[in-house]
DNA sequence: GTTATTGCAAACCATTTGCAAGTGT
DNA sequence: ACACTTGCAAATGGTTTGCAATAAC
């Protein structure tokens, strides 16, 4: 087994981060610190706003001011540990980029929960595409708009049917 | 031939604009008409800001305010008559949704321009995806981002050295 | 020391809104 | 008269930025 694999699993945001600080002169600061980690303490999508309530609610020292939180996640963007994946109430959303299998996401327009999927076809479609138009793809967003199978499903027993004759 | 067929195709994008306007017990006025003409007259994606430049441009008493401009197009895309299809330089970006075809984006990162594409089979892998997922299909938003063909190639050969010889 | 970094408050900027004056019926 | 509209200017609200104080190297 190749201990080479095990490190580069091993790698933490952090550490991930600190690499890509590293190469542009920077420092990974306490602030930066506690920012990635709370980040990557859960797999949910959040807003700036959100992230500054949680930091906030932390213990001791760990506050982070707003300005710093902005500054960081558009830095965490650059390094590729985030990605903006959708604009809600106004308001940019991110989820995690690092650690994370590329997807796309069907949203319930009923309920609003946002389901993951993986299709390896559909980036060759994209590739081909742009490739046809001199487009030098980087990355992509698709968005499935519909109903859940939890909101298609009447509330009630379904009806059979056989009830119906 | 069917005249209800002609009739139909022939249904103006105003037509249609007053027609849902009056739905909600408002006028097609002057300047919602100077807009909806202003958006209609090309094919071109836009934002407010530009929008507002056409008008103002206008011989004469064309010009409509910023805050209408506004608000007409709000009033627009609640009719179907247009689509916020993106978000670019921190701006909206429209597009006609009446009247033209579905499509997708490919969307360049350094001009911020939009390409639109057809590809057919992607309805079906979505759909294809979706069911298995017993999620009902409505609609999707497909943006591509990367670098477009202008922006890929180096400057210099955009303007051509040997014609300023 | 020098250079990066933080927090605060102010600045930005696209978009929205309150309101008084105007317009069509 | 009445209800809808407009344009102006002011407000909104998420995000960015200038700057002086602070911390890491």
Do not use: W
């Amino acid at each position: 087994m190749s201990e080479l694999t095990a490190v580069a699993v091993s790698v933490s945001p952090a550490d991930k981060f600190r690499e890509y600080l590293t190469t542009r002169g920077m420092r990974l600061t306490p602030e930066r610190k506690s920012v990635v980690e709370e980040v990557f303490s859960s797999h949910e999508h959040f807003d700036s706003d959100q992230l500054v309530d949680r930091l906030s609610s932390q213990k001791e020292g760990k506050r982070v001011s707003r300005a710093t939180v902005y500054r960081t996640l558009n830095e965490m963007v650059e390094a590729g540990l985030l990605r903006k994946v959708a604009r809600s109430q106004n308001r940019d959303v991110y989820e995690h980029d690092y650690g994370y299998p590329r997807h796309d996401h069907l949203i319930c327009g009923k309920c609003g929960s946002l389901t993951e999927f993986e299709n390896a076809p559909l980036a060759g479609i994209l590739e081909q595409v742009a490739t046809q138009l001199g487009f030098r793809v980087s990355g992509h967003r698709l968005e499935v708009y519909g109903m859940c199978a939890a909101c298609s499903r009447p509330p009630r027993a379904r009806h059979r049917k056989l009830d119906m004759i």
